[in-house]
T-cell receptor, first 111, second 113 residues
């Protein structure tokens, strides 16, 4: 089945540690995105990538990094520089003219 | 300042009645709007969209209305069903190679039996 997978579903990290969230899609979509959702807020764009080996900062990129070495994969690293990393992280992908499809999300909790 | 606003954090509707979810926006330079539905601990799923050149789009029980003069968007669900209980997000989009979406804060819809 085509879709987007994110792993793990729940992730815990100690303060000061970097952590990488996985996002894989087999939809053959060129564009991929990372969002963050906090309680009572909409989704906010962290980073996006239009094609392999290219990515751009979204609205809240500070403290995050990404890579796009393969079309299918767009991992997000939450670094120790991110001041409030506890959130629900969502990955999405799309073709240029169609709606974005979202993965199931990863809930990151910093202890 | 919030570019896309959903001013009602929650809405409660009786099963079988009409649910109306509202969204206001400030930026007129958009290409389309989308509505997404989200259950807890899951990713949003696409519901319906509307192009900036239209004022209405209908898909089964779901209809989206766009009032560009008022910068207002609404989603009508009729008849409402228990499975419609979820958080609904509106999102404004612009075609820029990748789609840069700006989301509202979401409205939690509860359908009461």
């Amino acid at each position: 089945d085509g879709g987007i997978t994110q792993s793990p579903k729940y992730l815990f990290r100690k303060e000061g540690q970097n952590v990488t969230l996985s996002c894989e899609q087999n939809l053959n979509h060129d564009a991929m995105y990372w969002y963050r959702q906090d309680p009572g807020q909409g989704l906010r764009l962290i980073y996006y990538s239009q094609i392999v080996n290219d990515f751009q900062k979204g609205d809240i990129a500070e403290g995050y990094s990404v890579s796009r070495e393969k079309k299918e994969s767009f991992p997000l690293t939450v670094t120790s520089a991110q001041k409030n990393p506890t959130a629900f992280y969502l990955c999405a992908s799309s073709t240029p003219s169609n709606e974005q499809f979202f993965g199931p999300g990863t809930r990151l909790t910093v202890l | 300042d919030q570019q896309v606003k959903q001013n009602s954090p929650s809405l409660s509707v009786q099963e079988g009645r009409i649910s109306i979810l509202n969204c206001d926006y400030t930026n007129s330079m958009f290409d389309y709007f989308l509505w997404y539905k989200k259950y807890p601990a899951e990713g949003p799923t696409f519901l319906i969209s509307i192009s900036s050149i239209k004022d209405k789009n209908e898909d089964g029980r779901f209809t989206v209305f766009l009032n560009k003069s008022a910068k207002h968007l609404s989603l009508h669900i009729v008849p409402s069903q228990p499975g419609d209980s979820a958080v609904y997000f509106c999102a404004e989009g612009v075609f820029q190679g990748a789609q840069k979406l700006v989301f509202g804060q979401g409205t939690r819809l509860t359908i009461n039996p």
